[in-house]
T-cell receptor
């Protein structure tokens, strides 16, 4: 079965705190792709990152970083020094090799950053 | 620069009255998708096109239809909207998969449909 679990439905932090959003996935395929999307209150999903299963290098982009660990089937997302503009719903998604272009989304994590 | 455009942003329709939502793209992507997203839920794929090749998800109700007259435009038709069809409808596009890669989807801002 192909599945994405985001156990944290809602997280609330104060501005400048670091926060990690968890994502655990299940797939039988050895070739797969993982994505993170941000959905701000305006509604549009914004692509953040894509990672394929053969590339376990962690990635940093400004205040954002991603930790991909195949051993624990996790692809966690950390925001350093959070800002109010980071408030959004964040979705982790999986595409496996036989799924064409289709994405399986996790349930999403709502992040609220308070000033 | 808008890349995936959805009109209208807000649509109100009456129970049972047909409604059409539109999507256009300037990315020249050959894959287009329609998703339904209800409050506090993840987007749910309704159908998608590879060029003009239509692919319906197994659990998409017959009440939902789609048209793609050309690469740039795609329409979602709801033939007889029910109260349960009130949701955000998201259009997305992507490049087609390659043998060695998958590509991110680009989403429009969505159309929020209210059924009265």
């Amino acid at each position: 079965a192909q599945k994405v679990t985001q156990a944290q439905t809602e997280i609330s932090v104060v501005e400048k705190e670091d926060v990690t959003l968890d994502c655990v996935y299940e797939t039988r395929d050895t070739t797969y792709y993982l994505f993170w999307y941000k959905q701000p209150p305006s509604g549009e999903l914004v692509f953040l990152i894509r990672r394929n299963s053969f590339d376990e290098q962690n990635e940093i982009s400004g205040r954002y970083s991603w930790n991909f660990q195949k051993s624990t089937s996790s692809f966690n997302f950390t925001i350093t020094a959070s800002q109010v503009v980071d408030s959004a719903v964040y979705f982790c998604a999986l595409n496996w090799n036989n799924a064409g272009n289709m994405l399986t989304f996790g349930g999403g994590t709502r992040l609220m950053v308070k000033p | 620069d808008a890349m995936v455009i959805q009109n209208p942003r807000y649509q109100v329709t009456q129970f049972g009255k047909p409604v059409t939502l539109s999507c256009s793209q300037t990315l020249n992507h050959n894959v287009m998708y329609w998703y339904q997203q209800k409050s506090s839920q993840a987007p749910k794929l309704l159908f998608h096109y590879y060029d003009k090749d239509f692919n319906n998800e197994a659990d998409t109700p017959d009440n939902f239809q789609s048209r793609r007259p050309n690469t740039s435009f795609c329409f979602l038709d709801i033939r007889s909207p029910g109260l349960g069809d009130a949701a955000m409808y998201l259009c997305a596009t992507s490049r087609d998969k390659s043998r060695t890669s998958r590509y991110e989807q680009y989403f429009g801002p969505g159309t929020r449909l209210t059924v009265t």
